[in-house]
């Protein structure tokens, strides 16, 4: 499991955003779940992690699901932007 995307830990986003978020991923059959105290980490099979990201980024321009993506980098994960996610910049 890898994370794909975050979001806070509050009541009312957790309604809202983590109900949407599982909804559009079991649509694709993707399996999901999220772990964190502040902030939830929404993690899934690193096999659909790029999927699950594409899904994810078009609810946030779409939907403006309040929501944070995460992609890895190195040994880390970074945020990053819907846009460069539905459109990644060819590798230079």
């Known amino acids: 499991?890898?994370?794909?995307?975050?979001?806070?830990?509050?009541d009312e986003v957790v309604k809202t955003v983590g109900a949407r978020v599982f909804a559009i991923l079991?649509?694709?059959?993707i399996k999901a779940f999220a772990a964190g105290s502040f902030g939830m980490t929404?993690?899934?099979?690193?096999?659909?992690?790029?999927?699950?990201?594409q899904l994810l980024?078009?609810?946030?321009?779409s939907e403006k699901?309040?929501?944070?993506?995460?992609?890895p980098?190195?040994?880390?994960?970074?945020?990053?932007?819907p846009d460069s996610v539905l459109k990644p910049e060819p590798d230079k």
């Open 57 to 61: 980024a078009a609810a946030i321009k």
């Open 73 to 81: 980098k190195g040994d880390r994960y970074v945020v990053v932007t």
């Open 42 to 53: 929404i993690s899934v099979p690193d096999n659909r992690a790029a999927e699950a990201r």
């Open 26 to 29: 079991s649509a694709q059959k």
């Open 1 to 10: 499991m890898v994370p794909v995307a975050s979001y806070i830990n509050r």
């Open 65 to 71: 699901l309040q929501l944070t993506l995460l992609v």
